[in-house]
T-cell receptor, first 114, second 110 residues
Framework: EAQVTQNPRYLITVTGKKLTVTCSQN?????MSWYRQDPGLGLRQIYY???????DKGDVPEGYKVSRKEKRNFPLILESPSPNQTSLYFC?????????????FGPGTRLTVT | RKEVEQDPGPFNVPEGATVAFNCTYS??????FFWYRQDCRKEPKLLMS???SGNEDGRFTAQLNRASQYISLLIRDSKLSDSATYLC???????????FGSGTKLNVKP
């Protein structure tokens, strides 16, 4: 089954404790992206990756890091989480860069930073 | 100014009604336009892409007006199962960046 998976689905952590949210897709997609969703603000793009070892900033990259060492995986790293990073996070993948393709989303990770 | 703006609603309509949503975007260089559907904080799923000539998929019709920089979604013969939040998505002049509207909530009532 074609899918994007994220782990963990729910996470409660404390300020400053480094964490990683994993994202994996089994569709051999080149393009992957991370978004956060906050009430009233919609989804905002954090980082995206056009292919292995190629990443770039989205609209709200501050406080986040990513890496793309393999095509299927695109982890999101919060080196020192803060309460303003409490949000619902979605990973997405798409067959290609260039903007014209459907993005497939993972089920979301609900993160709370206290 | 936000890149993409939508009326948050909610739109409360009876079953069988026709309902229309609009979405305006600020970047005239945008090339790709989509409507996604999101159920109750689940993941967004593509409803339809929006093409310059307009496109239709069953009860759903999407249109693009480049001159006025808006896209629209028309739902005919609304079903209870259409109740969801509809997200307008536009790419930026960097085609790898995407901007989402905050969504329009639709409630279809029996």
């Amino acid at each position: 089954e074609a899918q994007v998976t994220q782990n963990p689905r729910y996470l409660i952590t404390v300020t400053g404790k480094k964490l990683t949210v994993t994202c994996s897709q089994n569709m051999n997609h080149e393009y992957m992206s991370w978004y956060r969703q906050d009430p009233g603000l919609g989804l905002r793009q954090i980082y995206y990756s056009m292919n292995v070892e190629v990443t770039d900033k989205g609209d709200v990259p501050e406080g986040y890091k990513v890496s793309r060492k393999e095509k299927r995986n695109f982890p999101l790293i919060l080196e020192s989480p803060s309460p303003n990073q409490t949000s619902l996070y979605f990973c997405a993948s798409s067959v290609s860069q260039g903007g014209g393709y459907e993005q497939y989303f993972g089920p979301g990770t609900r993160l709370t930073v206290t | 100014r936000k890149e993409v703006e939508q009326d948050p609603g909610p739109f409360n309509v009876p079953e069988g009604a026709t309902v229309a949503f609009n979405c305006t975007y600020s970047n005239s260089a945008s090339q790709s336009f989509f409507w996604y559907r999101q159920d109750c904080r689940k993941e967004p799923k593509l409803l339809m892409s929006v093409y310059s000539s307009g496109n239709e998929d069953g009860r759903f019709t999407a249109q693009l007006n480049r001159a006025s920089q808006y896209i629209s979604l028309l739902i005919r013969d609304s079903k209870l199962s259409d109740s969801a939040t509809y997200l307008c998505v536009v790419n930026g002049d960097n085609f790898n960046k995407f901007y989402f509207g905050s969504g329009t909530k639709l409630n279809v009532k029996p």
